[in-house]
């Protein structure tokens, strides 16, 4: 499988912005999906997964209510709408496919994306 994502930009806090993640390969649909996001001097923290159908969601307590994790099996493509972002959004945003458990990734991710850089001013 293999990742691309875009959508990443510069937006003032409060904006909104919306990433995709375009897959190709034929496996996309059995994969769980994620984004995981670091920032310059942080660790990296997974955001938000779906489960393989699009059932199930999980997201990270700081971005809970704001982000939306939505999958498109149809088109290979998994969407990050990100709505009233602060500053401490700021990152580079990781699409990734794959791995297993909570939102800790005990099993890493089998495939990563390039990244999208997502930058909020103040």
């Known amino acids: 499988v293999q990742l691309q994502a875009s959508g990443g930009g510069l937006v003032q806090a409060g904006g909104s912005l919306r990433l995709s993640c375009a897959a190709s390969?034929?496996?996309?649909?059995?994969?769980?999906m994620g984004w995981i996001r670091q920032a310059p001097g942080k660790e990296r923290e997974a955001v938000a997964t779906i489960n393989r159908s699009g059932s199930s969601t999980d997201y990270a307590d700081s971005v809970k209510g704001r982000f939306t994790i939505s999958r498109d099996n149809a088109k290979m493509t998994v969407y990050l709408q990100m709505n009233s972002l602060k500053p401490e959004d700021t990152a580079v945003y990781y699409c990734?496919?794959?791995?297993?458990?909570?939102?800790?990734?005990?099993?890493?991710?089998?495939?990563w994306g390039q990244g999208t850089q997502v930058t909020v001013s103040s």
């Open positions: 390969g034929p496996t996309f649909n059995i994969y769980r």
């Open positions: 990734v496919a794959g791995g297993g458990y909570g939102l800790g990734y005990e099993i890493p991710p089998n495939y």
